[in-house]
């Protein structure tokens, strides 16, 4: 079994998917077989695996870091939230069941099991695994039953790093609150701590590091800066999802409530010549943008009904009445078409609800997830195109006949009669630089070239050096148990 190192966070969204992912890049740097593991994640920003299951999105960055395919192993347990109170519960990639929080909360210690099973296959072989905990060991509430953090340190004895963000302020208290709050057991499974996102001179923190250090009896793994580069990372979490200002093409995206597989945002937001803005509920749709993209949403009716309510349905004609184009990919997809069928009560309530109208397409809800990994031809053009389908749902229409798309053979997609409305299911197709390119100057600014996978690959090589300068990586690895 390979060695193993957990990345706790003193609160959410500390940056422990980056940590992960630069960590591992330093070790498959160093020659090390290297693997990530999240035993519990919460996203509707899912990815799908090359053993047809889903995880969530980061850690799918992390097995790029690692130089492997994303596998179902490396997240076990994918909580995907359909409403306030409830979520679609994944185990090993595979739809287990859905659940309000309450009821999960009494059920996931019977999880535990399958995540110990994928924990021992993903070090198998390897040198190193790299746990990703989720949340906060703090919230002492949610201890019995645990598999995310200390319940899953202990449960397979994993040495703990904790993490503090500065950023947010109050760093020292994060820290030491922990170590306050946690039962003797888990806290002595933490041996180090690290703080993240420091802005300044590190030095004018040293005596903190100190008083943590006095108080906790912790190691000091280091102070890690800021790292600039972040946002050319795909986002794992919606909140990072931020507008961009870049280039002269300018593209509208309307943040929705329940919005999922927003990864094909990113290759649009790292291209120079292009400005991607994220509108907030109570914005309207900008007037100047060139094009507008409706993205994945867990809910769709839910989603489309929020649409509405913001009036940017409204926008959204206007915009199509100027000349404007529209891409929908998968939920968006699905809402602009005629109508949404779901009788089977699929995403809640038995409904049938009207579309936005601008394809002429229907949608039929249905039991069945379609999970792919796809290569696909951009009919225009020829241009290959690589992505995955994660979706319920069967689209059919007029429309259809205008697929823009060829997918295992077949046409996919739908396009409005003047070709200004688009929609499709498969995420993940702006990563082909051709494609992005030739999609761009249909809506009449072409684009300098940008190799998108390099620039990935650049970035978690540079925030792997970031890491090896400010933290000590050596001790780390002689914690990992």
């Given at each position: 079994?390979?060695?193993?190192?957990?990345?706790?966070?003193?609160?959410?969204?500390?940056?422990?998917?980056?940590?992960?992912?630069?960590?591992?890049?330093?070790?498959?740097?160093?020659?090390?077989?290297?693997?990530?593991?999240?035993?519990?994640?919460?996203?509707?920003?899912?990815?799908?695996?090359?053993?047809?299951?889903?995880?969530?999105?980061?850690?799918?960055?992390?097995?790029?870091?690692?130089?492997?395919?994303?596998?179902?192993?490396?997240?076990?347990?994918?909580?995907?939230?359909?409403?306030?109170?409830?979520?679609?519960?994944?185990?090993?990639?595979?739809?287990?069941?859905?659940?309000?929080?309450?009821?999960?909360?009494?059920?996931?210690?019977?999880?535990?099991?399958?995540?110990?099973?994928?924990?021992?296959?993903?070090?198998?072989?390897?040198?190193?695994?790299?746990?990703?905990?989720?949340?906060?060991?703090?919230?002492?509430?949610?201890?019995?039953?645990?598999?995310?953090?200390?319940?899953?340190?202990?449960?397979?004895?994993?040495?703990?790093?904790?993490?503090?963000?500065?950023?947010?302020?109050?760093?020292?208290?994060?820290?030491?609150g922990t170590h306050a709050v946690l039962p003797p057991e888990d806290e002595a499974l933490i041996k180090a701590f690290a703080i993240n996102k420091f802005r300044g001179d590190p030095t004018l923190f040293s005596a903190g590091m100190d008083i943590i250090a006095e108080r906790t009896a912790w190691a000091p793994l280091g102070i890690v800066p800021w790292f600039a580069d972040a946002w050319k990372l795909p986002a794992e979490d919606v909140m990072d999802i931020t507008s961009r200002r870049g280039g002269a093409i300018k593209i509208a995206v309307p943040r929705l409530n329940r919005i999922a597989n927003f990864d094909d945002l990113d290759p649009l937001t790292a291209t120079p010549d292009v400005s991607v803005e994220i509108i907030e509920a109570g914005r309207p749709l900008p007037g100047d943008a060139d094009l507008v993209i409706i993205p994945g949403s867990k809910s769709t009716i839910a989603d489309l009904a929020h649409f509405r309510m913001q009036g940017w349905d409204i926008d959204l004609y206007a915009h199509v009445r100027r000349g404007g184009h529209v891409l929908g990919v998968c939920g968006g997809y699905q809402m602009l078409g005629a109508e949404i069928v779901d009788d089977d009560g699929i995403e809640g309530p038995p409904s049938r609800v009207n579309g936005l109208g601008l394809l002429d397409v229907r949608t039929v809800m249905v039991p069945q997830k379609r999970l792919a990994l796809s290569d696909a031809t951009y009919l225009p053009t020829g241009d290959a195109v690589s992505g995955y389908e994660i979706h319920i749902g069967e689209t059919d229409g007029p429309d259809c006949t205008r697929a823009w798309l060829s997918l295992d053979g077949r046409g996919e997609g739908a396009a409005s009669p003047d070709g200004r409305v688009m929609g499709c299911y498969l995420h993940g197709l702006f990563a082909a630089d051709a494609f992005r390119a030739a999609f761009l100057a249909k809506i009449g600014k072409p684009v300098t070239n940008h190799d998108y996978s390099k620039s990935v690959e650049n970035t978690l090589d540079a925030l792997a050096a970031h890491l090896e300068t400010h933290m000590d990586i050596d001790a780390l690895l002689k914690i990992a148990g």
């Open positions: 079994m390979a060695r193993a190192i957990m990345i706790q966070g003193a609160g959410s969204n500390v940056g422990k998917s980056m940590l992960v992912a630069g960590i591992a890049r330093a070790c498959i740097r160093r020659g090390m077989s290297v693997a990530p593991f999240k035993p519990q994640n919460m996203s509707n920003n899912a990815a799908v695996t090359a053993d047809g299951g889903e995880i969530g999105r980061a850690q799918a960055l992390q097995a790029l870091a690692c130089g492997l395919e994303p596998l179902v192993d490396m997240n076990p347990v994918l909580l995907k939230p359909e409403s306030e109170i409830g979520a679609q519960v994944i185990v090993q990639g595979k739809r287990f069941a859905t659940m309000k929080a309450r009821d999960y909360g009494k059920q996931k210690a019977k999880l535990m099991p399958p995540v110990l099973d994928s924990f021992r296959r993903i070090g198998e072989g390897r040198d190193l695994v790299i746990v990703e905990g989720a949340g906060s060991p703090a919230e002492v509430n949610l201890r019995a039953g645990d598999i995310a953090n200390m319940g899953f340190a202990s449960a397979a004895n994993v040495p703990v790093v904790l993490i503090g963000d500065i950023d947010r302020g109050g760093v020292i208290a994060q820290l030491v």
